[in-house]
């Protein structure tokens, strides 16, 4: 078996694709909501390669693919988002059983929200069992990241995942979502620097997002749907 680990990575082209190598494996995911949470069902089956180029621009022909529309209308894709490491951007709300670190980059995937509450309102009262393994799920479904839960001895608490890429199509909205990276993917800026290297994180795709490379929600006002 090919260790991906070792070999994924993203590289952001500089008012361009990102280009992912080391097979790292690609898949559609819908967001569809279930009782009062959300749930991944498989999308439509994508093509895979060691090596690909994703649209960064929101203008491809061949979504969720580059072809090249970035250079015909002129696209701007300056990163603007901070490289300070999560622990330094980040609030951290303190529970009784469980504490939450939050750094409001948030791509409205709204998995943070479950049948007891949000995972803000879960971490307030972590000193249930059920409010806190509640709380834990709400924080590390969280796709952007924007959310990770700490036990009282200040260990985060991650899934494991695989390097994965899935390109988020939101059914209950009708909109396209961003590019959902699992599993300790590095990104290397335009300009050669790595961001912060992290287990969850959505790229924007709309070519919309104010805080490039990085998704914020931008998708859902300007209505993205890139079928």
């Not at 969720?64 to 603007?80: L, M, N, R, V, Y």
């Not at 490491?85 to 948030?106: N, Q, T, V």
């Not at 990104?187 to 287990?199: A, K």
Request: proline share 5%; glycine share 8%; with cysteine.
């Amino acid at each position: 078996m090919i260790n991906t680990k070792k070999k994924a990575k993203i590289k952001i082209l500089k008012d361009g694709a990102y280009v992912v190598s080391g097979n790292v494996p690609l898949y559609e995911k819908n967001i569809f909501p279930k009782g009062e949470g959300y749930e991944f069902k498989d999308g439509r089956e994508l093509p895979q390669s060691k090596e690909y180029s994703l649209c960064r621009c929101g203008k491809s022909k061949n979504a969720p693919f580059c072809d090249d529309a970035h250079e015909k209308i002129g696209f701007d894709g300056t990163e603007t988002a901070s490289k300070d490491m999560f622990e330094d951007r980040a609030e951290i709300l303190k529970g009784p059983g469980l504490d939450l670190m939050d750094d409001h980059r948030c791509a409205l995937a709204r998995f943070c929200h479950r049948k007891d509450g949000s995972a803000w309102g879960l971490t307030r009262n972590s000193d249930n069992p059920k409010y806190r393994e509640e709380a834990i799920i709400a924080a590390s479904e969280c796709p952007a990241g924007r959310l990770v839960a700490l036990d009282k001895s200040g260990k985060a608490i991650e899934p494991e995942y695989e390097p994965s890429i899935f390109i988020l199509q939101d059914v209950e909205k009708e909109v396209s979502g961003g590019i959902f990276v699992r599993g300790n993917v590095p990104i290397e800026s335009s300009d050669g620097e790595l961001y912060e290297v992290r287990n969850r994180v959505v790229l924007c795709r709309c070519g919309e997002s104010k805080n490039k490379p990085f998704c914020d929600a931008t998708h859902l006002p300007i209505k993205f749907f890139d079928k």
